[in-house]
């Protein structure tokens, strides 16, 4: 038997469904580089220790490129995503171009001003929630919403909107989603941004998308379909990460009572405790794929020119030389450093965001809900295993 005949299937199954694979310990230990197989037949390397994964992120030889040979595409439909060319799977120098007409909406300090408002939303959400006989679905209730509310807000459009982003975002994010399906929500998804954009270059408004028309109309350094496409990542990525991590992020909190006592006796430790579920949950653990330009030694491996790479998130981050004790939930940790956004010239625009929305929601429902808890046993909860972007289907709660 050939040693591609022996190679293990990807991606793996989380046995705890707060934890990551159990097999991620073993191979960052003795194959911290190592090949597998991934659903469509083809194989591409896996990355696991954190030192390495910050390389394959920032290592110019190593390209973000999915129009490659050999670049590896975990969700079939994947393919469907590259209509046009976008900011996530560009190389320098093009890359800058793309980055520049989104930077300045998302600077730290433009974000910290949407806190504000931001608490408005979590406020009224949960203002209707208590006003609710329990237990009811926190996902429904609250934690699709409240990034659905924000962007809508960031990007001037209408709350009426948010159900169709919630929906087509679901269905964008399954890696189990039929091919006709993803494709009916993609043109959905792009005919809604391009309308709205066009909206945008007749009338420009103070939202998000008028900034980004007309810095565009300045600096032409994005065709119109270019935008639109650019837009459609933003939206589906920063719905769908806020949502989930929020609805984990509880959940967490349910399984470490400790941990949740912590933070009602110490509000300020909100945000440590935000930074370490995002490292520790690392929900888009396997979304970070790259593909060789030139052969590259790597973790005791040779790397080939056009073969596929993938840094393991989760694996990454719980690399006990980057974090001591890596396993173990700390809201006092604080992990500033943590792979989840990324790392490198592709980070996460919305970081900042995601960071903000996530404080504000658990500071509020800490606050005012200190009795929460789930509604159901663990093992009844459906956790997103077929999901791009890792995260629970539903969490009755009561209070």
């Not at 001003?113 to 009224?124: E, F, T, Y």
């Not at 934690?143 to 459009?157: E, F, N």
């Not at 009602?264 to 690392?282: C, D, F, G, T």
């Given at each position: 038997?050939?040693?591609?005949?022996?190679?293990?299937?990807?991606?793996?199954?989380?046995?705890?469904?707060?934890?990551?694979?159990?097999?991620?310990?073993?191979?960052?230990?003795?194959?911290?580089?190592?090949?597998?197989?991934?659903?469509?037949?083809?194989?591409?390397?896996?990355?696991?220790?954190?030192?390495?994964?910050?390389?394959?992120?920032?290592?110019?030889?190593?390209?973000?490129?999915?129009?490659?040979?050999?670049?590896?595409?975990?969700?079939?439909?994947?393919?469907?995503?590259?209509?046009?060319?976008?900011?996530?799977?560009?190389?320098?120098?093009?890359?800058?171009?793309?980055?520049?007409?989104?930077?300045?909406?998302?600077t730290?300090?433009?974000?910290?001003?949407?806190?504000?408002?931001?608490?408005?939303?979590?406020?009224?959400?949960?203002?209707?929630?208590?006003?609710q006989?329990?237990?009811?679905?926190?996902?429904t209730?609250?934690?699709?919403?409240?990034?659905?509310?924000?962007?809508?807000?960031?990007?001037?459009?209408p709350?009426?909107?948010?159900?169709?982003?919630?929906?087509?975002?679901?269905?964008?994010?399954?890696?189990?989603?039929?091919?006709?399906?993803?494709?009916?929500?993609?043109?959905?998804?792009?005919?809604?941004?391009d309308?709205?954009?066009?909206?945008?270059?007749?009338?420009?408004?103070?939202?998000?998308?008028?900034?980004?028309?007309?810095?565009?109309?300045?600096?032409?350094?994005?065709?119109?379909?270019?935008?639109?496409?650019?837009?459609?990542?933003?939206?589906?990525?920063?719905?769908?990460?806020?949502?989930?991590?929020?609805?984990?992020?509880?959940?967490?909190?349910?399984?470490?009572?400790?941990q949740?006592?912590?933070?009602?006796?110490?509000?300020?430790?909100?945000?440590?405790?935000?930074?370490?579920?995002?490292?520790?949950?690392?929900?888009s653990?396997?979304?970070?794929?790259?593909?060789?330009?030139?052969?590259?030694?790597l973790?005791?491996?040779?790397?080939?020119?056009?073969?596929?790479?993938?840094?393991?998130?989760?694996?990454?981050?719980?690399?006990?030389?980057?974090?001591?004790?890596?396993?173990?939930?700390?809201?006092?940790?604080?992990?500033?450093?943590?792979?989840?956004?990324?790392?490198?010239?592709?980070?996460?625009?919305?970081?900042?965001?995601?960071?903000?929305?996530?404080?504000?929601?658990?500071?509020?429902?800490?606050?005012?809900?200190?009795?929460?808890?789930?509604?159901?046993?663990?093992?009844?909860?459906?956790?997103?295993?077929?999901?791009?972007?890792?995260?629970?289907?539903?969490?009755?709660?009561?209070?």
């Open positions: 038997m050939s040693i591609e005949q022996t190679l293990m299937n990807f991606p793996l199954r989380r046995e705890n469904p707060l934890d990551p694979p159990s097999e991620y310990a073993r191979l960052r230990e003795n194959e911290p580089v190592s090949k597998v197989r991934l659903p469509d037949g083809s194989t591409c390397w896996i990355v696991t220790r954190f030192d390495d994964a910050r390389t394959v992120l920032t290592d110019k030889r190593f390209s973000a490129d999915s129009r490659k040979p050999g670049f590896p595409i975990l969700m079939p439909h994947r393919h469907l995503m590259q209509k046009v060319r976008m900011m996530n799977r560009l190389d320098l120098p093009e890359h800058t171009a793309y980055r520049r007409l989104f930077v300045k909406p998302f730290s300090r433009s974000i910290e001003n949407m806190r504000p408002a931001i608490q408005r939303h979590v406020d009224a959400l949960l203002d209707d929630l208590v006003k006989a329990p237990p009811l679905d926190l996902v209730n609250f934690s699709l919403p409240v990034p659905a509310r924000v962007i809508c807000d960031m990007l001037g459009v709350y009426d909107d948010q159900g169709f982003l919630q929906k087509f975002s679901q269905v964008l994010t399954n890696r189990t989603t039929q091919v006709d399906e993803v494709k009916g929500a993609l043109d959905a998804l792009f005919d809604y941004v309308r709205r954009l066009l909206e945008e270059e007749r009338s420009p408004g103070d939202g998000l998308l008028g900034k980004l028309v007309a810095n565009n109309a300045e600096t032409q350094a994005l065709t119109h379909d270019e935008l639109v496409a650019t837009v459609v990542v933003l939206l589906v990525d920063g719905y769908e990460t806020t949502s989930n991590m929020i609805t984990l992020g509880v959940l967490m909190l349910f399984q470490y009572p400790d949740m006592a912590e933070l009602q006796a110490n509000p300020k430790l909100v945000p440590s405790a935000v930074a370490e579920m995002l490292r520790y949950l690392s929900i653990d396997i979304g970070v794929a790259r593909v060789a330009d030139e052969d590259v030694e973790g005791g491996a040779l790397i080939k020119a056009g073969e596929g790479v993938m840094t393991l998130i989760a694996a990454a981050n719980h690399d006990d030389s980057a974090y001591p004790e890596a396993t173990k939930f700390d809201v006092t940790r604080n992990p500033r450093n943590h792979l989840t956004f990324g790392h490198g010239i592709h980070q996460c625009l919305g970081q900042h965001l995601v960071t903000i929305e996530l404080e504000v929601a658990f500071g509020t429902l800490i606050d005012r809900l200190p009795s929460l808890r789930p509604a159901v046993p663990f093992d009844e909860i459906a956790f997103k295993h077929d999901a791009g972007l890792y995260g629970v289907w539903d969490l009755p709660v009561t209070w």
